[in-house]
């Protein structure tokens, strides 16, 4: 007899007992002992068998059915017909690009986002490989935390996954990819998704339900993502104009987008007070704070806290993400001038502010001109990335530009010094900090245009001292 038929009703595992005794000591949580956590599933033909709570078995994170061989009866599925008709309308004609997931961006905390899309999903028989494909994208990238959005548009009879195909995905993630998910956003949920979310929940631990958030409108994804612009399929977009319809146009009419935007920069630069030093340009940074060779003094500061022996050698330092609440307090009390204190706050808390200083620039640090030379970075012949990187970094990036990436390329070169401790490589810095040295003016950041932005990074971390011949303090920065 196979392991298989003589364990059918459950994988290996621990049972679940429905019984609770008189103990005072707490129930241990399946979460708890085995780290696992659930997946939703999509299958709503399971919906049809008798109630996981009475007959089907939990296993890890799902419920399998008594007996998976027994033929299935011929009674009609009464969603068969009509499974969520109002997203299969939209995706009749969509035809599937050839990258399964995107990178969205980072979010308020510099978490990397990405994006998986339901009508991408091709049919059942290729959905194994279309999984592990979406697993190797993203696996550079879950040694950090990370948020995932599903967007459930596009879902159909012939591209359900099935529980059995969850399961077996689910045992080749490693640790990571669970451990470091912090939120999975279901865009446009229907209520299948809901009915077998609320059949599943019994057996699901208070962990990952805290993960679990539904967004209804494209709108509240970007309030919750603290993303001003996000490039989504046009299926997507026109699915949220469907189901929002009395939504505002987020964007002026297009005869007058441009002035009207001219404009509102202008006045916005007026009311600025000249202590800002969060979401405004580096140049009015420079002009209005006292900056010593063009670096602001609240990177200064998280540096010079950063590189204290202590916390340099912190595992994980900017991979985890600091206090939300705790950054804005600080990033307010910058802005009005005050004079903080970093000695007490936390590492992770420093290490966000760093973060959120970058990603808050009016432009990023190695600007919107070189955003198209930096993702043609992998095509350059190898004996050539270095006379071209120099070139863009020495010759093209404004002065203020350069000496702060050069003093921050310094720092965490300090950082890579310290791998054996805070477990922080060149390519894992590279990560961590290339989508906030650089991103797109126009559109969101591609997992393909990431890939030789972070390549880019990588390269000047390990390669710094060929690239930078000229020391931060022998130059001279004018400011006036």
Known sequence: MDAHSRFAP???????NPIVDNSDEPQPSLSDLHDFEPKLEFDDTELLAPSPLEKDVMVGDFVLADDPELEPEEDVNPLEDDFEDQLREQSENFQAPRNKCDFLGTDKQGRHIFGIYASRFPEKSQLE??????????????????????????????NKPSTQLLWNSYKELDRNFRKNLKTL????????????????????????????????SLDELRQALGLNKLKLPDNICDLDDKLNPSRKPSTPPPSSSSSSSINASRQQQHKMATTHQFGVPLKFIVVNSPCLNSIPPIVRKCVDSLSITGVIDTEGIFRRSGNHSEIMALKERVNRGEDVDLKSVNVHVIAGLLKSFLRDLAEPLLTFELYEDVTRFLDWPKEE?????????????????????????EFLVRVMDCEDLNKMTSSNLAIVFGPNFLWSRSTSTSLEEIAPINAFVDFV??????????DVNQRTVSVD
Request: charged letters at 25%.
């Open 10 to 16: 459950r994988l290996p595992g621990p049972a679940i």
């Open 461 to 470: 971390l390990q390669n710094h001292k060929d690239i930078y011949l000229i």
């Open 185 to 216: 956003y279901v865009v446009h949920p229907t209520w299948i998704i809901r009915v077998i979310w609320n059949c599943f929940s019994p057996f699901i631990s208070d962990k990952f339900r805290k993960k679990l958030v539904y967004i209804s």
């Open 385 to 409: 990335r270095s006379r071209n990187v120099t070139q863009l970094i020495r010759e093209k990036l404004p002065e203020e530009n350069y000496e702060l990436f050069k003093y921050i390329v």
């Open 129 to 158: 490989g279309f999984v592990r494909d979406i697993i190797k994208d993203i696996e550079p990238f879950v040694e950090n935390d990370y948020i995932l959005v599903y967007f459930h548009q596009g879902l159909k009879e012939d």
